[in-house]
């Protein structure tokens, strides 16, 4: 993972491992301040929004025996109860309510594999995404190098 972080010029700063660690990871890359509260709960309810307001969208990607939607994200939101079908979903509804790009690196089976989560809504692409890292089902943020020390305030909070 070090040759990434050099590549890419971030710094990796690991979340609390508190069931919400992508959105952790999220919201220290939306905030620039030490206090990332405000962005994490900005986030929640965006995502929220989006979920709700393009749930027929959504809905072509949940198997329909895993139930419904709102109320699995629901659940995974409020209550940090982890379903797949919803969890798998919840980077898509990311980039979708942030307009953003996630790319997310995780390291498994002996290497480092990327993965692009593109916008699968009609927004402008020409914005820098969102970075990520992925070991053992636990986020962490990867942050530019000039906002990292800000930041590692912020995780450790």
Excluded: C
């Excluded at 919201?27 to 301040?33: D, G, H, I, V, W």
């Excluded at 990607?61 to 379903?83: A, M, P, Q, T």
């Amino acid at each position: 993972m070090d040759d990434v972080t050099k590549s890419l010029n971030v710094t990796l700063v690991h979340t609390l491992a508190d069931g919400h660690y992508f959105f952790h990871a999220v919201a220290l890359q939306l905030n620039e301040t030490p206090n990332t509260m405000q962005a994490y709960k900005f986030l929640m309810k965006a995502i929220e929004t989006e979920s709700t307001r393009n749930k027929n969208h959504y809905r072509n990607f949940i198997d329909e025996n895993s139930g419904r939607l709102d109320l699995l994200v629901h659940k995974y939101l409020n209550n940090k109860i982890f379903d797949h079908a919803a969890g798998d979903l919840i980077p898509q509804i990311t980039s979708n309510a942030l307009q953003k790009p996630i790319h997310i690196y995780s390291e498994r089976d002996g290497g480092i594999w990327e993965t692009i989560v593109q916008h699968t809504m009609p927004w402008n692409i020409n914005k820098s995404p969102l970075l990520g890292h992925l070991k053992d089902y636990h986020y962490s943020a990867l942050i530019k190098e000039k906002n990292a020390s800000i930041n590692k305030i912020s995780a450790s909070r």
